[in-house]
């Protein structure tokens, strides 16, 4: 990333949030080790997660947590969360 233009790790940046977010509330299997040695960007400019040794599965009563603490925190409803 350290070679990458701003643009293209405020790109990069919220690619990794989505795919986070997608692991973390949709499929339940969550990689637990994101450092940025575990990060790459292509050369097609796609995001690569390497390193699957470190990973939990999320239970469905986790996710909705997780689900209605993002929904507290984007409403800054903070004594909720």
């Known amino acids: 990333l ?4 701003a643009e293209d790790i405020s ?5 990794c949030m989505n ?4 692991m973390m509330l949709d499929t ?11 990060l790459l960007r292509t050369p097609e400019g796609r995001v ?8 939990t599965e999320l239970p469905d ?9 993002v ?3 984007t409403s800054a409803d ?3 969360v």
């Open 2 to 5: 350290e070679k990458s233009s």
């Open 11 to 15: 790109t990069l940046c919220s690619v």
């Open 19 to 22: 795919t986070y977010l997608t």
């Open 28 to 38: 339940g299997v969550l990689h637990c080790d994101p450092h940025p040695g575990n």
């Open 48 to 55: 690569c997660i390497l390193d699957w040794g470190l990973v």
């Open 61 to 69: 009563d986790l996710q909705l947590s997780f689900i209605e603490q």
């Open 71 to 73: 929904a507290h925190l």
């Open 78 to 80: 903070y004594a909720k």
